[in-house]
């Protein structure tokens, strides 16, 4: 774990800030500076910033659902890739999820390409499971949706029923 890194809600003044990690994290799909904006103002309650001093070092911009509130999605998860493996991402995550399960939320779900070892490894770990809806395609570990993004763009798509962990219940 860093020390000195705090996580907090995203504020609508972070969101050029977090394009520009954005574009530092591949594999991660880099959106226009709009859905950072829209995250940023109209989901800062579910949305979270990593910051060491007055550097954003990492972020998680997620929603519950408008037509089930009992699902919350996981958009994007990013951490600079210097400080990978430190436990930013769990933090963020850890903060989501308490977040998310204190507004009513049972399942959190999310996207990733099958190709991204870490991310599904770090999900997996965080207990996640695959969910396989459609006509699936075996990635490794995780079954993923044909085409879920369009032609020959595949997804793993992963979720998480709140059987909560322990440290999810702090």
């Known amino acids: 774990m860093v020390i000195g890194v705090m996580v907090r809600n995203a504020r609508e003044e972070d969101f050029l800030a977090i394009a520009e990690l954005a574009h530092e994290c591949p594999p991660m799909v880099t959106e226009r500076n709009s859905i950072y904006h829209i995250f940023t103002r109209f989901f800062s ?3 979270f910033i990593a910051e060491d001093g007055d550097e954003i070092v990492g972020f998680l911009l997620g929603f519950i659902s408008q037509d089930n509130p009992s699902e919350a999605y996981i958009h994007l998860l990013c951490v600079s890739p210097s400080l ?7 933090r963020l995550l850890e903060r989501f999820a308490g977040t998310v ?3 009513g939320a049972r399942e959190i779900y999310l996207i990733t390409k099958p190709s991204n070892d870490r991310a599904i490894r770090f999900y997996l770990k965080n207990g996640f499971k695959p969910v396989e809806k459609g006509k699936t395609v075996e990635y490794g570990p995780v079954m993923a949706v044909a085409d ?3 032609p020959g763009e595949d997804y793993g798509c992963l979720s998480k029923i709140h059987t909560w962990r322990k440290n999810f219940l702090r």
Do not use: C, F, H, W
Request: without cysteine.
């Open 148 to 150: 879920y993004n369009g």
């Open 101 to 103: 399960k204190g507004m």
């Open 84 to 90: 990978r493996g430190t436990g930013i991402a769990g």
């Open 45 to 47: 309650t579910t949305s």
